[in-house]
């Protein structure tokens, strides 16, 4: 496989990084500090073309595939991964779903507005007490007539406030059976649907994360992705991308902090040297290069494959869980390098380094990456 960047993915990296200077660069700690998510820098991404990245023309989009994907977030999230988060949240999850399981009605109501970042879109899985197990939810849809009615809670949802709609999984069965979920498409506005608190986060600060209350919300059947009890199966299979999404994102912030300890050990003097000059830096640096090559491969592999329609349920679990855990450990060795610097918010390592670590959290733990890695391994 060549993984070589092609031109598409050179003309994306460079858009990426004249736009990040003008309009991300100067604003991130701002954003960060006072937890600002900020619209309408998306409404810009998206006139880019970068809020529907994989959404065919036709609809809308760019019509890209993963490794253009890959590309986008890992650029993004080399300047801001809190930035990083909300895009690939917005392409890989709630435009994703609609993408893969709308019909085309649904695809054409909803996926022009969402490429081009007219509305923000969100997508609800996760409840207070069911994180990695969704199985056993306990928000709810009941048939009345021609319309669901929904009631419960969704939290650490990704513009939880501010998306203008939402892809909801709610449980139209049975506990624990996973043929007992429904996805529902659900447009802000809709009575009964509100947004409910925002989380004071570590990091990632500039994505707002909140809940998402549902009180008698009425939706017309119309509404359903797909048939009623796929919610579960369909979700699955939105997280294989959304894990490729996670490893872009995690690959973005990984360089982004080797990036600049580098520059700095390079810059540093000390006994009348650069640091970078002294084993025990170069060999920091040295450990960082080599995984995060190992991760971006990891990560390309999985783009490649689902680019070309294969499974990869096991390969972006696995492209998920090394490349989070790398990026860990990269901001941590950033920060080190930077010495007491680095602790300070005067240079970036330090909100990398809190950015980081959500990767190892979000859209499956590392916990349960092995559990999926474990199970492809053993059929």
């Not at 031109?7 to 500090?33: A, C, N, S």
């Not at 659900?186 to 998402?212: C, D, H, I, Q, Y």
């Not at 540093?268 to 000059?277: E, G, M, N, T």
Request: with cysteine.
């Amino acid at each position: 496989m060549n993984f070589e960047p092609t031109e598409m993915q050179q003309q994306i990296t460079q858009v990426i990084r004249d736009f990040g200077k003008t309009h991300m660069q100067p604003y991130v700690l701002e954003w960060d500090e006072t937890q600002t998510f900020p619209v309408q820098l998306f409404k810009q991404l998206g006139e880019l073309g970068l809020m529907g990245v994989l959404v065919p023309e036709q609809y809308g989009g760019s019509g890209l595939g993963y490794l253009e994907y890959v590309t986008v977030i890992s650029e993004v999230a080399k300047i801001c991964g809190a930035i990083g988060l909300s895009v690939a949240a917005h392409n890989s999850l709630c435009t994703g779903h609609i993408l893969q399981f709308g019909s085309e009605e649904q695809k054409q109501r909803y996926l022009p507005k969402l490429a081009t970042a007219e509305w923000i879109g969100a997508w609800g899985l996760t409840e207070p007490n069911t994180g990695s197990d969704a199985m056993n939810m306990k928000c709810v849809a009941h048939k009345d007539g021609d319309e669901w009615v929904i009631n419960g809670t969704k939290s650490w949802i990704t513009h939880g406030k501010s998306g203008d709609v939402a892809v909801v999984i709610a449980r139209t069965g049975n506990v624990r059976d996973s043929h007992g979920m429904t996805a529902f498409v659900v447009e802000r506005g809709t009575p009964g649907f509100s947004g409910g608190k925002k989380e004071n986060k570590l990091g990632m600060r500039a994505s707002e994360t909140a809940e998402m209350i549902f009180d008698n919300c009425r939706i017309p059947a119309a509404n359903i992705l797909g048939h009623e009890g796929e919610g579960f199966i369909q979700s699955m299979k939105v997280l294989d991308g959304g894990r490729i999404s996670i490893a872009a994102l995690s690959l973005g912030i990984a360089k982004g902090a080797y990036e600049a300890a580098l520059k700095y050990a390079q810059e540093r003097h000390q006994f009348d040297k650069p640091i970078a000059s002294f084993q025990g830096i170069s060999f920091k640096l040295a450990d960082m290069a080599t995984e995060i090559m190992a991760a971006e491969l990891l990560t390309m592999q999985a783009a490649d494959g689902k680019t070309r329609g294969a499974k990869v349920t096991q390969q972006a679990a696995m492209a998920k869980y090394y490349a989070s855990e790398v990026a860990v450990r990269a901001a941590n060795e950033a920060v080190q390098i930077f010495g007491g610097y680095g602790y300070t918010k005067d240079f970036p390592v330090e909100k990398f380094y809190r950015d980081a670590k959500l990767c190892t959290i979000g859209e499956g733990t590392s916990e349960i990456q092995k559990l999926v890695i474990a199970r492809e391994a053993l059929k």
